[in-house]
């Protein structure tokens, strides 16, 4: 089991602040788990008493319509942190985390977090920014909504699978997702959302098989989103 004070992971989130000695007693209580591929990690309104560290693999945070319909929020990767608002707030999560990829994710107790906020203040202002960060994504998201038209959202979508998450050896988009996913993220009807990548194989900016997706023109595709 990897040991937090040696993990690279962590240097993307709030645990870069940790001190050696802190590092090493939230490794001691840690838990290390596994999540294939659909599986979920944690329901909506589910009592956490703790927060995640994405130590490898995509996960997709979603919340629940009125319809019952699952909308996705946000895409996890490796190095980010889930929970930690719930954590903050004393509250029952509002959001689901589904594993897209196979997923490792470090679990750490709410009281070993809970210790860490009140010795060091630099992991306390560190987890404040992170949640401010979230808030100010949300925020850019309704006002994109708004403004901008379906089109230039899918693409991107598109152009943000590209540059976080990479290529397969074929050039195919690594994240795969479903036509409902790109229609949920972007907040559409997932009819819309398969005209408009349609629309886009049959101008060859992208070729499509099944669901991964290879950008053909990135050049073309970014010239859209920025008119």
Known sequence: ??????????????????????LARISKFKETQLFHK????FEEGEKLNGIYCVRDGVVKLSKLGVNGKGHIVKLIIKGDLMGQRS???QERTNLSATAITDTQVCFIPQKEIN?????????????????????????????????????KRIIELLLHIN????????????????????????????????????????KKYISIKGKKIKILELNKLEKIVNI
Do not use: W
Request: neutral net charge; charged residues 25%; aromatic residues 6%.
């Open 1 to 22: 089991m990897s040991k937090c004070e040696f993990c690279i992971v962590r240097k993307c989130n709030a645990l870069n602040v940790l001190n050696p000695e802190e």
């Open 163 to 202: 540059n976080s998450f990479g290529n397969d050896k074929d050039g195919m988009l690594m994240i795969e997702l479903s036509r409902e996913d790109y229609a949920n993220i972007v907040g559409t009807a997932t009819e819309s959302a398969i005209r408009i990548l349609s629309e886009l194989k049959n």
């Open 87 to 89: 954590l903050f707030a």
């Open 38 to 41: 659909g599986k979920k990690i």
């Open 115 to 151: 210790s860490d906020i009140m010795k060091n203040g630099y992991f306390a202002k560190e987890l404040l920014h992170s949640m401010a960060d979230e808030l100010k994504t949300s925020n850019n998201t309704i006002v994109d909504i708004a403004q901008k038209s379906v089109k």
